[in-house]
């Protein structure tokens, strides 16, 4: 699976951003989808993910009620939605692919970064205060 992240960009605080993670290759409904982000000097950490089917998503605890992560597999696309930003959501962002599906007993498994097989090239994100 190849992964094309876009939609980054310099926004002020408050304001909103949509991110599109675009994949080609193998089947992507068979593949769980997250986003992780990473700020200089700062590890790599997760910010949502969402099972094969969309029924199921789950959130990092900084951006839940503000961001939300959708897909369209009739597009093989993936989407975070980001509103109500704040500067602290600076960083490059990161589309990853799963083959193993997201589920209520593996939900916090999705928070791992080596649980993901592909991962795409990054976006930046830039929030100005």
């Known amino acids: 699976v190849q992964l094309q992240a876009s939609g980054g960009g310099l926004v002020q605080a408050g304001g909103s951003l949509r991110l599109s993670c675009a994949a080609s290759?193998?089947?992507?409904?068979?593949?769980?989808m997250g986003w992780f982000r990473q700020a200089p000097g700062k590890e790599r950490e997760f910010v949502a993910a969402?099972?094969?089917?969309?029924?199921?998503?789950y959130y990092a605890d900084s951006v839940q009620g503000r961001f939300t992560i959708s897909r369209d597999n009739a597009k093989n696309t993936v989407y975070l939605q980001m509103n109500s930003l704040k500067p602290e959501d600076t960083a490059v962002y990161y589309c990853?692919?799963?083959?193993?599906?997201?589920?209520?007993?593996?939900?916090?498994?999705?928070?791992?970064?080596?649980?993901?097989?592909?991962w795409g090239q990054g976006t930046q994100v830039t929030v100005s205060s």
């Open positions: 990853a692919a799963d083959s193993e599906d997201l589920t209520w007993a593996t939900i916090t498994y999705a928070e791992i970064v080596v649980e993901y097989d592909y």
């Open positions: 290759g193998r089947t992507f409904s068979s593949y769980a």
């Open positions: 969402i099972s094969w089917s969309g029924g199921l998503t």
